[in-house]
T-cell receptor, first 114, second 116 residues
């Protein structure tokens, strides 16, 4: 079956530091990959996505590249802000019109200190 | 465009009772999925509905059920509640057209269920 592995943290960084959150996956076929972010007391917000190998998703300064050879989708940001403090989830789904549901990693709690 | 809405936001129930949660998807979205989020198990897929039909179901007991109405609104029901059912229940809608292709899902704020 499908699975997603990511560091759980907490990951603590200073403001303006470089961020990398690792994500690796196991899946059949050619899944689509996503990063979601969850702020305290809220649901999940889609941060970025990539649907095929070598695609780069980007949004709000965050980037992730779909690497099929290493089955990875690491999240990066060049300069983090205090407002980026949240829990980040890597997720995947197999193509199929959305019927398969998302498989999530355990989430990485990110804390940015001023 | 309004986002996904879920009602109620918070709920407290007693073991053995049943509960119904409601979800209104983004206008135009016909696919609705439900997820359970707990500190121990993380986010787990419950089921997905498209045009009033359940297309897929996760690994949960039969006490968990759902349905979708013709206006795409969805409800999930949990019968004979157990303490372990305490969780945040998230609903997500998708612009899936029902054909092959992965579509992003947009989540609501969730319903926090506490079972005592």
């Amino acid at each position: 079956g499908n699975s997603v592995t990511q560091m759980e943290g907490p990951v603590t960084l200073s403001e303006e530091a470089f961020l990398t959150i690792n994500c690796t996956y196991t899946a059949t076929g050619y899944p689509s990959l996503f990063w979601y972010v969850q702020y305290p007391g809220e649901g999940l917000q889609l941060l970025l996505k990539a649907t095929k190998a070598d695609d780069k998703g980007s949004n709000k300064g965050f980037e992730a590249t779909y690497r099929k050879e290493t089955t990875s989708f690491h999240l990066e940001k060049g300069s983090v802000q205090v407002s980026d403090s949240a829990v980040y989830f890597c997720a995947l789904t197999n193509s199929g019109g959305g019927a398969d549901g998302l498989t999530f990693g355990k989430g990485t709690h990110l804390i940015i200190q001023p | 465009k309004a986002g996904v809405t879920q009602t109620p936001r918070y709920l407290i129930k007693t073991r053995g009772q049943q509960v119904t949660l409601s979800c209104s998807p983004i206008s135009g979205h016909r696919s609705v999925s439900w997820y359970q989020q707990t500190p121990g198990q993380g986010l787990q897929f419950l089921f997905e509905y498209f045009s009033e039909t359940q297309r897929n179901k996760g690994n949960f007991p039969g006490r968990f059920s759902g349905r979708q109405f013709s206006n795409s609104r969805s409800e999930m029901n949990v019968s004979t509640l157990e303490l372990g059912d305490s969780a945040l229940y998230l609903c997500a809608s998708s612009p899936s057209t029902g054909t092959s292709g992965a579509y992003e899902q947009y989540f609501g704020p969730g319903t926090r269920l506490t079972v005592t």
